[in-house]
């Protein structure tokens, strides 16, 4: 991945953190974030001349949370599908329950799966090369409160452009 990629998407993950520290009246304990953008040149990467984040586009995402308790092993299951905002930024957020905690060694035994249901734009519609994701990196550091961002989905255009992007 290109440097200027991996610097564009720490300032916009760094950005929905930053969203979510300054609403803290209403902050759930658990959120889940991703985007979701358009490869103009299907090269599954994102690349600030041709690729743009599609707002509008559906998601669909499922979790799984184990709950910590002495005398047994429950679990909670989260599917909801979201819609991307006008960055193509989707943001679920869970309410805290009882028993979940996820800032700690019990998170490993948490997982989220993001995956592309439909695109908003007509000239990019076609799934990308990775069209789920059930990889992501751990936010915060805070004690029961978790932000969950998923590695980044993607549509392309039916027809690659050549006048755009070459061979």
């Known amino acids: 991945m290109e440097p200027r990629t991996i610097i564009f998407i720490l300032l916009v993950t760094t950005s929905m953190f930053m969203q979510l520290e300054g609403s ?5 304990h658990i959120s889940v974030m991703g985007m979701v953008y358009c490869d103009v040149c299907s090269n599954n990467s994102f690349n600030n ?12 995402i499922d979790c799984k949370f184990n709950a910590v308790s002495p005398r047994t092993a429950e679990q909670i299951s989260v599917s909801v599908n979201k819609t991307t905002n006008r960055y ?18 019990s998170a490993v035994m948490n997982t989220c799966r993001a995956s592309l249901i439909a695109s908003s734009s007509p ?20 004690a029961n409160l978790c932000i969950y961002s998923m590695f980044a989905l993607s549509f392309r255009p039916f027809k690659k452009d050549l006048t755009i992007c070459g061979n």
């Open 123 to 142: 000239q990019c519609n076609v799934p990308g090369f990775i069209t789920t994701s059930d990889e992501f990196s751990l936010k915060s550091q805070h």
């Open 49 to 60: 001349n041709h690729s743009y984040f599609l707002s509008g586009a559906e998601v669909r």
């Open 88 to 105: 193509g930024v989707y943001r679920l957020d869970i309410p805290s329950v009882d028993g979940i905690y996820c800032a700690s060694e």
């Open 24 to 28: 803290r009246h209403s902050i759930p």
